[in-house]
């Protein structure tokens, strides 16, 4: 099947720990994306990546980090700066990291829970 | 923000009935895109309407654009109690590289 994997699907964190949230897709896209959602809102960019070995800040990266060293992967971190984690959190890829913005294929998310 | 905002927040309809929701946005785009989300999911691509193209039909939904009052509207006709969902408005603005989501519409289909 192609598509794109999140893991896990539930995650608990204890206050002050770091944790890594995975997404794996095997679509061949060059551009993925981290977005978070919180309940009844829409999503926001945290991360996002045209290419490998490259990526950028979207509207709200503080408390977040990410690595892009393989295409098929962009992992996640949520570290322990980022106030306010709780969240469904998103990943997202497309074929290209330039041009106009065609489909995006999504995830099927990671809830994420501070204790 | 370049955020699209849809309207309503939320609709609930009985099956068979048509649903209509509204997006507006604040800046010239490439294109327009309508995702739709089962509770607690990912979201699903449903259609793309580029900035030149006025309307667009898929199966049961048709969505209008309308440039120059930077709006779109999704129209899902006969409506189902599977069409139970969010549904999102993203758009592809001119001169950025991510696409801007709205906060949605939670659309209720009652049997």
């Known amino acids: 099947d192609g598509g794109i994997t999140q893991s896990p699907k539930y995650l608990f964190r204890k206050e002050g720990q770091n944790v890594t949230l995975s997404c794996e897709q095997n679509l061949n896209h060059d551009a993925m994306y981290w977005y978070r959602q919180d309940p009844g809102q829409g999503l926001r960019l945290i991360y996002y990546?045209?290419?490998?070995?490259?990526?950028q800040k979207g509207d709200i990266a503080e408390g977040y980090s990410v690595s892009r060293e393989k295409k098929e992967s962009f992992p996640l971190t949520v570290t322990s700066a980022q106030k306010n984690p709780t969240a469904f959190y998103l990943c997202?890829?497309?074929?290209?990291?330039?041009?106009?913005?065609?489909?995006?294929?999504f995830g099927p998310g990671t809830r994420l829970t501070v204790l | 923000s370049q955020q699209g905002e849809e309207d309503p927040q939320a609709l609930s309809i009985q099956e068979g009935e048509n649903a209509t929701m509204n997006c507006s946005y604040k800046t010239s785009i490439n294109n327009l895109q309508w995702y739709r989300q089962n509770s607690g999911r990912g979201l699903v691509h449903l259609i793309l309407?580029?900035?030149?193209?006025r309307e667009k039909h898929s199966g049961r939904l048709r969505v209008t654009l309308d440039t120059s009052k930077k709006s779109s509207s999704l129209l899902i006709t006969a409506s189902r109690a599977a069409d139970t969902a969010s549904y999102f408005c993203?758009?592809?603005?001119?001169?950025?590289?991510?696409?801007?989501f709205g906060k949605g519409t939670m659309l209720l289909v009652s049997p």
């Open positions: 993203a758009t592809d603005a001119l001169g950025y590289s991510t696409l801007t």
């Open positions: 990546s045209q290419i490998v070995n490259d990526f």
């Open positions: 997202a890829s497309r074929t290209s990291g330039t041009g106009d913005f065609d489909e995006q294929f």
């Open positions: 309407i580029r900035s030149n193209e």
